[in-house]
C-alpha cells in the first residue's frame, strides 16, 4: 500500500507492535498499510458511514487482510472497547470534529497512550485541547501536498506546560525544530487572516472592530515568536 505524503507522515509515529484505530478511515489505506508493514499485528478501520466502511472493506479483502483488521461502522471511539487500542489515528478531517470525537469518549481516551491527529485546519483547537486534558504534545510535522500544509500531531499522556498564542499557532515543537516549512505555513496564514482583519475594520462595528483587532495581535505575537526563534522575519 503506497501512502499520501500525509498520512504516510502519521503512520512514521504509529508505535512499533500497537493496536492502532484509524477513526474516520475512509478507504481503510491507513490501517492497511500499518499491518503490511508489520507495524502493528492488528488494527481496527473505523467510519460513521457506510460507504467509506465498504470501500475500506474490499480494500482489507484485497489485501488479504481480513483476519487482521476489524472493521467498525459507528462514531468516533464509541466504536471501541476500553483498553482495545493502544493507538489512534485520526486523520483528515477539521479539528472542531477532532476535539468532539475524543470528548465523546473519556473512557476510551484514558486508556489509549498515543493519539495521532492529522486535521485539515485549525490544529491550534486540538492543541488547546492536549494541553486542557492533560496530554502533551509529543511531535509534530508539518506536510505539504497537493496545494495544502498539514499538521500532524502527537500525542501521549502528561501534563505540558500552558501554550502561548504562538505557540498554539505555529506549533511549539515546529517552531522548537525551526521546522523549514513553518515559515511558507504562516505566511499563508496571515495572509488570509490579516485581509479578514482589514475588512472587519473596515465595516467598523463594535464586534467587527474587536475581531479584527484580536486577529492583528494574534498575528503580532505569531511573528514576534518566529523572529526570536528564527531570528528573520516572517
Ligand atoms: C475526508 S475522509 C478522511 C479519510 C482518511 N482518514 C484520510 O485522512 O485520508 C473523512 C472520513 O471521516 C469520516 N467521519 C466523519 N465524522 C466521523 C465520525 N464522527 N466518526 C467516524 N468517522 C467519521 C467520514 O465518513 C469520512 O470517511
Not at 11 to 33: E, K, M, N, R, T
Not at 89 to 96: E, L, V
Not at 140 to 155: K, T
Request: with cysteine; hydrophobic share 40%.
Amino acid at each position: 500500500m503506497k501512502l499520501s505524503k500525509r498520512l504516510q507522515t502519521a503512520a512514521q509515529f504509529v508505535p512499533q507492535g500497537s493496536i492502532c484505530a484509524d477513526i474516520g478511515s475512509d478507504h481503510g489505506y491507513l490501517p492497511i498499510y500499518l499491518v503490511e508493514k508489520e507495524i502493528c499485528p492488528k488494527a481496527i478501520c473505523a467510519d460513521v458511514a457506510k460507504g467509506p466502511l465498504k470501500s475500506a472493506e474490499k480494500n482489507i479483502e484485497d489485501a488479504n487482510l481480513a483476519d487482521k483488521i476489524s472493521l467498525r461502522l459507528g462514531n468516533g471511539l464509541m466504536v471501541l472497547a476500553e483498553g482495545e487500542a493502544d493507538c489512534v489515528t485520526i486523520c483528515g478531517m477539521g479539528a472542531s470534529l477532532m476535539g468532539e470525537i475524543l470528548d465523546n469518549s473519556p473512557k476510551i481516551v484514558q486508556n489509549i497512550d498515543t493519539i495521532i491527529l492529522a486535521p485539515n485546519v485549525a490544529p491550534e483547537i486540538l492543541r488547546r485541547w492536549a494541553y486542557e486534558h492533560d496530554w502533551q504534545i509529543a511531535a509534530e510535522e508539518l506536510v505539504w501536498e497537493d496545494g495544502h500544509f498539514y499538521p500532524i500531531i502527537v500525542l501521549k499522556k502528561g501534563r505540558m506546560a500552558e501554550l502561548n498564542l504562538a505557540e498554539l499557532f505555529a506549533g511549539p515543537l515546529l517552531l522548537k525544530d525551526k521546522h523549514p516549512l513553518l515559515g511558507e505555513y504562516l505566511r499563508s496564514l496571515r495572509q488570509k487572516e490579516l485581509t479578514l482583519a482589514e475588512k472587519l475594520l473596515k465595516i467598523g462595528q463594535a464586534d467587527t472592530i474587536k475581531k479584527g483587532e484580536e486577529l492583528k495581535n494574534k498575528w503580532q505575537k505569531i511573528e514576534e515568536a518566529y523572529l526570536w526563534q528564527y531570528k528573520s522575519a516572517l
